[in-house]
């Protein structure tokens, strides 16, 4: 007999719970109520984790997808515009060791590559501007404090690529409004404590505390850390990676601004610590800020202090909150009848801010590529978890390059890091072959990248690798091509510094007026 | 610009010369317009929406030329078109204040439209408000009643969804192509598609004699066309 996929529920209601609803109701659900059932069950006592303050721009494509306009988003999720990555102290510990991983392209990438010029200027002249600097305008503008639009822009649409930082929240809950409101997904507030399986061993019904079975078609597991559908009914085991990626521990602070024209940085800084690093997150109303760290290389240590130090004498008033981590992700991520979205399919540090974009990701697939049978199913779910786990792959290799070529020496955390055990293998390859050519889009080759080949240049060469210059020399062959690009950036620079208005200005114009939707 | 609060005490004795005043727009290739003169004015230039730079939120205005600051109906001494935008015609004179509906009539004392030679006055000699003044008074209210509904009918517009951004790619007569962006104009099947959502038949005017008065780039051309011929010309070597 065939079965049609008429109905999903998806149990738990944070970022991931509220995302996949928003994007399936979105694409699959039909005024009328004809198409697809979408139905959200969430507890009443279990709250959210809240992580994954800092999105990719895709989430600008998401709201939109969705339904959401940006200024309702910017005004409810006391959310600001992010233009990359800063990271301090991460590969001498001296005071003025920072670089840039920002959402720009290298000027003329990929048509023309800058990085063996820039590489064979550094050679010749230590003093040459960072790679970052010398190739994209943007790290000027961050750390300018300037926003990435005009209050003329359009919404979603930016004179330099942005994404966001944002209360989390603040954002399941304006998700969860205007999928209820608006896209008729049905919600139910109740714990589940109860999972039915069928014969083959799909998920038949789960079993709300007070409102009893609800049955679907398809499960999504959005209980966070506890997994409790696809980890715990469909028992998938966790594949941890904790071999390769140390950080099992948060401890996250809210830090007030100085005054409300304190700048608002436009940026997540990355600093790095003894024993991890510090996020420090800007929203309009106040900076987040949190140490992740290793527990075991931290033992013994007050790390408390090391996060006071980096806030400041505020601290003190200030309450903490830990978080355990749980690095690593499910051996599959879809199974029979129910796949895992968010944290219930794994976490790894927020060093890349990769929670909300896989989440993101997950839900687009699994509402672009639902079947219509419970036959076609079995298809889809193969090929999610090839791709799937080609992401988490991708993900865990980009992670561990900013930690490889550290070259820290102050403590076990750092030293560790470099033990080529702790590396893996296609990593360790990659860097073989950029000794000799810089990264390009043939290195990252799958529809289903994660990170394009000019993140890998921005954190290789921001982290002080340098590539063989005699075998480099076939590269340099268009000077002239080079040095246009160069001083395309440098112009892009000025004209943008004097047009761009700063982040707080912009946000503050916000609260008065709306972007346009063109 | 220096703006002044309008008095009898200071200004009583002024004399005016409204085509000097209107000098002050000779650099300008957008003028703002209210709603109240959109059917008049979509007789003589393109009407379009422009974002505020400040607030983002759109305005009705009269494109008046082809490249910044250049405005074709400016002809050296006058405003030359068959309608005079009020925005142009009550110059010198301008609403002060934060709130343009509460607002108090000031006047330029830097503009060049304040000269003894002017032919308008703006008291008669038995100390009443002259008719000038009376006119100036009459277009500043329009401006400061209309600015709210002018600024919801643009508004309307955008949330309706009938706006698209034009961008004009113009080849004139001497080869030279000029692109002008950040146009943004009521677009016909945007128009055709939401018809029946525009609520009122006055609204259903105004958006229909906008997206007509697009025809008039043509003439903005035409202009542009001609001055430069006129510019060729006078660069011309003397025959002979």
């Known amino acids: 007999m065939t079965r049609m996929i008429r109905s999903v529920c998806i149990v738990g209601g944070g970022a991931a719970g509220w995302l996949t609803a928003g994007l399936l109701a979105a694409q699959r659900s039909l005024p009328d109520g004809s198409g697809l059932s979408v139905t959200l069950i969430e507890s009443e006592t279990i709250g959210i984790i809240g992580v994954g303050e800092g999105t990719w721009p895709t989430m600008r494509n998401t709201l939109k997808k969705i339904g959401i306009s940006e200024t309702d988003f910017v005004r409810r999720c006391n959310a600001s515009f992010k233009q990359g990555a800063k990271f301090a102290r991460w590969r001498t510990d001296h005071d003025d060791d920072f670089y840039y991983h920002p959402l720009v392209l290298p000027e003329g990438f990929p048509t023309v590559d800058l990085a063996p010029y820039w590489n064979a200027a550094s050679l010749e002249d230590p003093a040459t501007p960072s790679f970052s600097d010398a190739v994209c305008f943007q790290e000027l503008l961050c750390e300018s404090h300037r926003a990435p639009k005009l209050i003329t822009s359009p919404e979603f649409g930016g004179i330099a690529n942005y994404a966001y930082h944002l209360d989390a929240h603040l954002f399941a809950e304006l998700v969860r409004e205007h999928c209820v409101e608006r896209l008729g997904v049905k919600h139910i507030l109740d714990d589940v404590n109860g999972v039915e399986r069928t014969e083959s061993g799909d998920i038949a019904a789960v079993v709300g505390q007070r409102t009893g079975r609800l049955e679907a078609d398809l499960f999504v597991d959005c209980t966070g850390f506890a997994s409790m559908l696809l980890g715990g009914a469909l028992e998938v085991p966790f594949v941890d990676c904790r071999d390769v990626l140390f950080i099992d521990r948060a401890l996250a602070v809210q830090v007030p601004y100085e005054s409300d024209d304190s700048p608002i940085v436009s940026h997540t800084v990355s600093t790095g610590q003894k024993h991890g690093w510090i996020w420090d997150i800007g929203l309009k109303n106040r900076r987040g800020v949190g140490y992740v760290y290793s527990s075991s290389h931290a033992e013994g240590d007050d790390v408390e202090a090391e996060l006071a130090a980096y806030v400041g004498p505020e601290f003190s008033k200030l309450s903490t909150r830990e978080i355990r981590i749980r690095a690593g992700h499910r051996a599959k991520f879809w199974k029979n009848n129910c796949v895992a979205v968010g944290m219930s399919a794994g976490f790894l540090e927020p060093l890349e801010a990769s929670a909300l974009v896989m989440i993101e990701l997950s839900a687009e697939y699994i509402a672009s590529m639902l079947p219509a049978t419970r036959a076609g199913m079995e298809v889809v779910a193969a090929r999610y978890n090839e791709i799937t786990q080609y992401r988490w792959d991708r993900v865990i290799e980009f992670l561990k390059l900013h930690y490889v070529l550290s070259e820290r020496d102050d403590t076990a955390f750092w030293r560790d890091n470099r033990d080529p055990a702790s590396i893996p293998q296609r990593l360790i390859d990659q860097l073989e072959l950029w000794r000799y050519n810089s990264p390009s889009e043939l290195d990252f080759s799958s529809s289903h990248e994660m990170f394009p080949a000019a993140s890998y240049q921005y954190v290789l060469f921001g982290m002080g690798f340098k590539m063989d210059p005699v075998m480099q020399r076939h590269a340099l062959r268009d000077p002239a091509a080079a040095q246009q690009a160069f001083e395309r950036n440098a112009s892009l620079k000025r004209q943008l510094i004097a047009k761009l208005p700063t982040t707080r200005d912009l946000l503050s114009k916000l609260e008065q007026y709306e972007f346009q939707k063109i | ?240």
Request: hydrophobic share 40%; charged share 25%; glycine share 8%.
């Open chain 2, 1 to 240: 610009m220096h703006l002044q609060q309008l008095s009898r005490a200071a200004h009583g004795s002024l004399r005016i010369d409204p085509d000097k005043a209107c000098g002050e727009v000779a650099g300008s290739h957008l003028v703002p317009l209210s709603r109240a003169e959109l059917r008049q004015a979509s007789r003589c230039f393109p009407l379009f929406f422009v974002k505020d730079l400040e607030t983002g939120q759109f305005y009705p205005a009269a494109l008046l030329g082809l490249k910044a600051r250049e405005n074709l109906y400016w002809d050296g001494t006058a405003f030359n078109a068959d309608y005079v935008p009020l925005n142009i015609r009550r110059l010198p004179f301008y609403i002060g204040g934060e709130d343009p509906a509460q607002g108090m009539i000031c006047i330029d004392g830097d503009s060049a439209g304040i000269d003894p030679q002017g032919e308008c006055r703006i008291l008669e000699e038995d100390g009443s408000d002259s008719a000038y003044i009376q006119g100036i008074q009459a277009m500043l209210a329009t401006l400061s009643q209309q600015h709210e509904a002018t600024r919801r009918f643009a508004q309307a517009a955008a949330d309706l969804g009938l706006l698209s951004e034009i961008k004009l790619d113009i080849v004139l007569d001497d080869g030279e192509k000029i692109e002008v962006a950040g146009l943004y104009g009521i677009d016909d099947r945007n128009f055709e598609q939401h018809f029946d959502r525009i609520e009122t038949f006055e609204e259903k005017m105004l958006y229909t004699a906008m997206m007509l008065s697009l025809d008039n780039v043509a003439g903005l051309v035409r202009r542009k066309n001609a001055t430069n011929a006129e510019l060729a010309a006078w660069h011309a070597p003397a025959a002979g």
